[in-house]
């Protein structure tokens, strides 16, 4: 059944965030960064330079809108806070061919040139993770701390054929993550929550299917099957800031092994957080414990990150990597 986009929750939902954002003191911006590749952001409408700058970036799914909204608040009193769309996504587009990560990095760091933005912490979710990665590694002077949440930077080509995900072949998980039927919509949700919401009529999942996952579908596979391409972990360079690996603990999308191979990877310029009871949407399935962990970490002036998460939550919810 189609929904008008006057009767669509999910739009609705949509301009509620936008509300959201505008009341927060960030503002709509798209920026021309070459003739075919055009860059979406929502940047502050007044950035401040006594203020600490913060990109945050998405993952597949929602726009950033819905995977920020609930933290957005939590940070744009201390940082000037920027939320750009990725390529393919929301307001964003190239007509050049490239599909890498590394291609969006550089796009991305092209954007904050723009925004008069040169230095910056910022926290990736997901392919947002491997893009803010590929950010750090690409412009270390630029990237003071990256936060990489349910980020499978580690994985390699192999990886599929060799069993460690759930899904056996790459044209099953771009069905999955580009879902494009309600049924797939609910497959993802089982894959991304550890307690899916039990009752979606298909009305619904259609609505948020139309309004959130119909375009640039052909260029979002493309964008799925060069984070795999030939990727190998020793090809992997390490970035040297300081790092905190967030990851869900029942996470079936980047299995939690990841999260240590990643860990292990960086050495102890990282530490690593595992949420108990939550999987690949750990920011909206245990949104407290995501942003406390952000905050934690972002706004640690010590340099110790752990000592005052334990204090709060005890080391039940929190593993040091080893």
Wanted: glycine share 6%; proline share 5%; net charge positive.
């Amino acid at each position: 059944m189609a929904v008008s986009k006057w009767l669509s929750f999910t739009s609705s939902r949509d301009w509620l965030y936008r509300l959201t954002f505008a009341h927060a003191g960030l503002r709509s911006v798209t920026s021309n960064l070459d003739d075919s590749t055009i860059m979406h952001c929502w940047a502050p409408k007044v950035p401040k330079q006594c203020k600490p700058n913060l990109i945050l970036l998405h993952g597949f799914g929602a726009n950033a809108m819905w995977q920020y909204a609930e933290a957005l608040g939590h940070f744009t009193s201390r940082f000037n806070v920027y939320v750009p769309d990725l390529l393919f996504f929301g307001g964003s587009y190239t007509g050049r061919p490239e599909r890498t990560e590394v291609f969006q990095a550089r796009c991305l760091m092209k954007l904050m040139n723009v925004h008069g933005v040169g230095k910056m912490s910022l926290v990736g979710i997901s392919y947002g993770g491997f893009v803010g990665y590929s950010m750090a590694a690409q412009f270390p002077e630029a990237v003071e701390k990256a936060v990489l949440c349910c980020t499978g930077v580690c994985l390699e080509e192999r990886d599929m054929a060799d069993g460690l995900f759930r899904v056996t072949d790459l044209e099953e998980a771009e069905r999955i993550l580009l879902p494009q039927t309600p049924d797939k919509l609910r497959e993802l949700m089982r894959f991304s929550f550890v307690r899916p919401a039990k009752v979606l009529p298909s009305w619904i999942l259609s609505d948020f299917i139309n309004v959130m996952c119909t375009q640039y579908v052909e260029e979002k596979r493309e964008l799925i099957e060069a984070v795999l391409k030939d990727r190998k972990l020793s090809d992997l360079p390490k970035i040297t800031q300081p790092t905190l690996i967030l990851w869900g603990e029942q996470d079936q999308i980047f299995p939690l092994e990841l999260g240590y191979q990643l860990k292990s990877h960086l050495g102890k310029n990282a530490e690593i957080a595992i949420i108990r009871n939550a999987g690949h949407a750990v920011n909206i399935e245990k949104s407290k414990e995501f942003i406390m962990h952000l905050k934690s970490f972002l706004l640690a002036d010590r340099p110790s990150y752990w000592h005052p998460v334990r204090a709060l939550l005890g080391d039940r919810l929190v593993q040091r990597g080893r």
